[in-house]
């Protein structure tokens, strides 16, 4: 056995580095999407919810055409499925920036007890 190999032969120390340079770029996918927004909109834009990609709200823009006092349901209801897609908007990006880090793990060998493998 070679020094630095467990009894299955795998190379800890290499084992180590990618777990490292993957804990780096995770790191940075979850920097970015701190900072990415996304929109969402309900009523054919009507309403529009800008939030991060992390879930933070960071404005609500209503058109006011659907400003009704005696229609305020409409209005709920507009900003509830405009806050649901951008929230939608924000788990595809999150997706798309974390699903190659997700998969990677399960590439990393043997044994490691990750979800995914």
């Given at each position: 056995?070679q ?40 009523g054919?834009?009507l309403?529009?919810v ?5 879930g ?7 058109d006011?055409?659907?400003?009704d ?18 929230a939608?908007?924000a ?6 920036k ?14 490691l ?5």
């Amino acid at each position: 056995m070679q020094p630095g190999q467990n009894p299955e032969g795998m190379d800890m120390g290499a084992l180590l580095q990618q777990a490292q340079a993957m804990q780096e770029q995770l790191m940075s996918a979850q920097a970015e999407l701190a900072e990415a927004e996304v929109t969402g909109q309900a009523g054919n834009g009507l309403v529009t919810v800008t939030q991060t990609a992390t879930g933070e709200i960071r404005s609500v823009t209503i058109d006011p055409k659907v400003v009704d006092p005696e229609d305020v349901e409409t209005l709920q209801d507009l900003i509830v499925g405009a806050i649901s897609d951008a929230a939608q908007a924000a788990a595809d990006l999150q997706a798309e920036k974390m699903g190659p880090l997700a998969g990677g793990l399960g590439d990393m060998g043997g044994g490691l007890g990750l979800p995914g493998q």
